[in-house]
Every structure is written in structure tokens, then in C-alpha cells.
């Protein structure tokens, strides 16, 4: 397994180098079979403001999948075991998943009501864009169904998730929606229609409700 150790506005000594080793080797320890790699990113806000200040953040490479977890406190070695904690968690999560698929249907993506595209997405408001690109991150993206995007969206633990759609080979955006459920964002072509493989009428976005598999046990995070 290869573990690489990056650090923001700090020194990665021995020290933290082996203490990284130690907790996040453990929290793999059973899961190596299916982890290919895994990244480890330490930071320090230089923000006297920003409480609290030290994070640790990791980031694993299993079989085409990304599972990720972040955790953060006023001390760097306690946010390292907060953040194997969790990737521990999320790594019996996906290895559950992957078991479940074995034994049980594949499971049924519903289309509900479509809910119109806004026309205008900023109003009279004035664009900002950053002064500067402070991070640039690279991913391999192989095609996926609705649901496998939704287990990565859970997985890699953000708001949303940006992937292939394997029926109709464009990128697709699903995210999860502040009043419930998850919404899929897809391109508009220049005819003023979305793909009508996977959309609604009238070039209309869809939010969906996907049913996940019953599982007879489960591991709360």
C-alpha cells in the first residue's frame, strides 16, 4: 500500500511522519485488499480566526472508488485520530457496499417531478471569482449509473459529486439538496435541451430519489 504524507504551513517531521504511519496503517490494516493508495494531507490555518486550526484530511484510493474524511482540532496528533477513526468507518461502509452487491438486485433509480433549470443563477448579483487558484486536484473518472455516483457522493463525504454518466457519456453533477433528497446537475445543449436519455422535458434538470439495498446489519458512522 503507498501512503504519501503532504503538509500546508507545516514541517512534517519524523515525528508526525511515523505518528501518520502508525494510526492510518492501523485503520487499513483490514482493508488492504482493497486499497491501492492512500494520500494524507496535514495543514495549519495561519488565520488566527479560523478555530480550530489544525486539520488532517485523507483521501484513499480503493479499486476505483475515493473515500475521503477530514477532521480537525486545536491539535494536529488528535485530529490524525479523529480522521483514522473515520476513514475506519467509511472504509467498512464501502466494504459492506461492495458485499451487498454480491448478494442482493442491483438497486432501482426512481425519476420524480422535474424541477425547472433557473434562467438567470446569479440575479443582480456581480460574479466573484478567487484572485487565484489555490488547489488543483486530478481524478481518474470511469463511467458510473446514477447510484454508484450517489454511494461515491456519500463516500468521499461532500455536498456534491461530479461524474461519467455511463448511459449518455457526458458529466454529470449530483449533489445533495438542503430540503431533502439529491438533485443531478446535467449539461444543456444548444438546442435548449438537456440529454433525453436521463433528463426531464423541456430541457428541465431532475432531481431523483435513489433506493438504496435494505441491508440486515449495518455500521453507523
Do not use: C, W
Not at 480503493?62 to 480537525?72: D, F, K
Amino acid at each position: 500500500m503507498k501512503l504519501v504524507i503532504h503538509g500546508k504551513n507545516i514541517e512534517i517531521t519524523d515525528a508526525i511522519r511515523e505518528y501518520v504511519h502508525q494510526k492510518i496503517e492501523k485503520a487499513v490494516n483490514h482493508f488492504q485488499n482493497i486499497t491501492n493508495e492512500v494520500d494524507v494531507h496535514l495543514s495549519v490555518a495561519r488565520n488566527p480566526r479560523i478555530n480550530p486550526k489544525q486539520a488532517a484530511e485523507v483521501t484513499i484510493y480503493a479499486n476505483g472508488s475515493v473515500i475521503r474524511a477530514e477532521e480537525s482540532s486545536e491539535n494536529l496528533y488528535a485530529s490524525i485520530d479523529l480522521v483514522a477513526d473515520k476513514i475506519a468507518r467509511q472504509l467498512r461502509k464501502y466494504k459492506e457496499r461492495r458485499q451487498d452487491k454480491k448478494t442482493q438486485a442491483q438497486p432501482t433509480t426512481e425519476v420524480i417531478v422535474p424541477e425547472p433549470v433557473a434562467a438567470d443563477l446569479i440575479g443582480d448579483r456581480t460574479p466573484e471569482l478567487p484572485s487565484e487558484v489555490v488547489r488543483t486536484k486530478y481524478f481518474s473518472m470511469p463511467p458510473m449509473t446514477l447510484t454508484e455516483a450517489l454511494e461515491q457522493l456519500q463516500l468521499v463525504g461532500h455536498d456534491f459529486y461530479m461524474f461519467l454518466n455511463a448511459e449518455t457519456g457526458e458529466i454529470n453533477v449530483i449533489y445533495e439538496r438542503n430540503h431533502g433528497g439529491y438533485g443531478v446537475i446535467q449539461p444543456r445543449h444548444n438546442n435548449g435541451h438537456t440529454n433525453a436519455h436521463s433528463n426531464g422535458k423541456n430541457g428541465k434538470a431532475v432531481s431523483a430519489n435513489i433506493t438504496m439495498p435494505e441491508k440486515s446489519h449495518s455500521n453507523k458512522a
